[in-house]
């Protein structure tokens, strides 16, 4: 656990868990159960993935579950999106939200080609 905890890949996806929790309690009380649930539902699976491959035996399946965090990273950055559209986030150029995920997105590709 302790080599997890060192992963700043984690540690940042773990924070932008807690950055996605805070602006997404100002979304409307309609989108709860929809976009609300899923944005939460798919912030969560980045370092849930990462953590799991982390404690994986092989290499191969490390990459396999850091490829599963950065699907879910793209599924963050559509609900993200669709955010934005809908007025839920503010729309200025870069969103700070985005640019997080891009960095984390590009964090997992490097570790994940660290361990070919």
């Known amino acids: ?11 940042r996806a773990m924070d932008f868990v807690t950055e996605i929790y805070r602006v997404s309690t100002e979304f409307p009380r309609s989108e709860q ?5 899923q944005i939460r539902r798919a912030a ?3 370092p849930l993935n990462i953590a799991e491959g982390a404690g994986a035996s092989s290499k191969s399946e490390f990459q396999r579950f850091l490829n599963y965090a950065l699907r879910s990273s793209y599924e963050v950055m559509s609900a993200l999106e669709i955010a934005r559209q809908l007025g839920y986030i503010t729309s200025h150029q870069p969103h700070p939200l985005f640019v997080e995920l891009d960095e984390i997105a590009a964090m997992i590709v490097g570790l994940s080609r660290k361990l070919i």
């Open 1 to 11: 656990m302790h080599q997890l905890r060192k992963l700043t890949v984690w540690q």
């Open 33 to 37: 159960f929809g976009l609300t649930n």
């Open 44 to 46: 969560i699976s980045i």
